[in-house]
């Protein structure tokens, strides 16, 4: 309904989104721990930190998630990626403008957990980046 408010066939953009996914069709989020306890006890994810501020929950590709991990999270311990199904959640993501003009999926609702497929620790390294696990390459 929204993508047809604004003269484009929704099948079109979800086709065109599962292209940008790529053919795992998965999507990642980075955060904290507490924050994915606090998800644990609620039954559902409902965002934490910029997602609250910003009203949608941020998202990235594979291709996107080092990077925002690069930008965002730096030097930042106790870190998670969680694996999510596209699949599960697609009625909820629009793809949007954002940084280098790249387009990066955004929730507009909440995500369930049933969507999760992983969830992995986010090591922390000297230099401050982190080692994504072996199932991310």
Do not use: M
């Not at 599962?18 to 053919?23: A, E, N, Q, S, W």
């Not at 904290?32 to 998202?59: M, S």
């Not at 990077?67 to 993501?93: C, G, M, N, P, W």
């Amino acid at each position: 309904a929204f993508y047809e408010s604004l003269g484009f066939c929704e099948d079109a953009v979800v086709s065109f989104g599962k292209r940008l996914i790529g053919d795992d069709e998965t999507l990642y989020k980075i955060l904290h721990e507490q924050d994915w306890e606090r998800a644990l006890a609620d039954g559902v994810f409902r965002g934490c930190g910029i997602d609250l501020t910003d009203g949608f929950i941020h998202l990235s590709t594979k291709v996107q998630a080092v990077e925002t991990a690069r930008r965002y999270f730096a030097s930042q311990d106790h870190l998670l990626l969680i694996t999510l199904s596209a699949e599960k959640i697609v009625e909820t993501i629009r793809w949007e403008t954002s940084r280098e003009n790249a387009l990066f999926p955004h929730v507009y609702g909440d995500v369930p957990l049933s969507a999760v497929v992983a969830i992995d620790p986010l090591v922390l390294r000297d230099d401050g980046s982190h080692r994504f696990p072996a199932s991310f390459s």
